[in-house]
């Protein structure tokens, strides 16, 4: 007879061993992570804990002491402060990144605009955009490329409420299209919307909360 089994969805990223310090401070003391294809994971912590570390050590865009981290598809990354050309206007950065992942279009850009709901500043520059928008657009380039894994460092912040719904709808069509999603923030109000979070306490992620079997953080 077929098994009836619900299939475990394959790891989107893993890391394991995780360090870093600065000069003799140790940050990351060996934090592991494992999140699968289409789940929504909450890395939280106090501020200083080291979650904007162990982020840029998974976008690579910061190098860990120790550690191996397994990401087989692509990833998107969000920091917390947006990089942005002040002197570019919104379609401008757009069109920029596209041509740098070498998109065929701006057609996903566009609707993340209007799922994000900025249409009207389209053609204003970065600098004079607000922060909460200034934080869509960094968003967007994040997502522009459609990438497996996203991450996401204090993503909402500076959002309206409208907004911040906005963005929980896009997260739920990013889940169900099996996008691994990981949030770094200090604090959870919603935390039945996260398959799991996690704490980041002396340099290591310890499992607070699980909804759903079969999802761990480290093993």
């Known amino acids: 007879m077929p098994s009836s089994a619900t299939p475990v969805p394959a790891l989107a990223l893993e890391a394991r061993d995780i360090r870093k310090s600065y000069g003799k401070h140790a940050v990351l003391r060996g934090a592991d992570l494992s999140v699968a294809a289409g789940q929504l994971v909450a890395v939280v912590g106090e501020n200083g804990a080291g979650k904007s570390t162990l982020l840029k050590i998974l976008a690579g865009t910061l190098p860990a002491d120790r550690g191996e981290i397994t990401l087989p598809g692509t990833r998107g990354y969000c920091p917390q402060d947006p990089i942005l050309n002040s002197a570019l206007t919104v379609e401008q950065h757009l069109r920029y990144f596209a041509a740098a992942y070498r998109l065929p279009d701006l057609e996903r850009g566009r609707e993340l605009v209007r799922l994000l709901g ?102």
């Open 118 to 219: 900025y249409e009207g500043y389209s053609e204003s520059p970065a600098g004079d955009l607000s922060g909460g928008t200034r934080q869509k657009l960094n968003l967007t380039l994040a997502l522009l490329h459609d990438p497996d894994v996203l991450l996401l460092d204090e993503p909402y912040q500076g959002f309206d409420w409208d907004t911040y719904l906005r963005f929980w709808d896009l997260v739920e069509d990013l889940r169900a299209r099996g996008k691994a999603i990981v949030v770094i923030t200090h604090l959870v109000f919603e935390q039945e919307r996260f398959d799991l979070l996690a704490d980041l306490t002396d340099g290591r992620l310890t499992p607070r909360t699980t909804s759903k079997e079969g999802h761990h953080v480290g093993a």
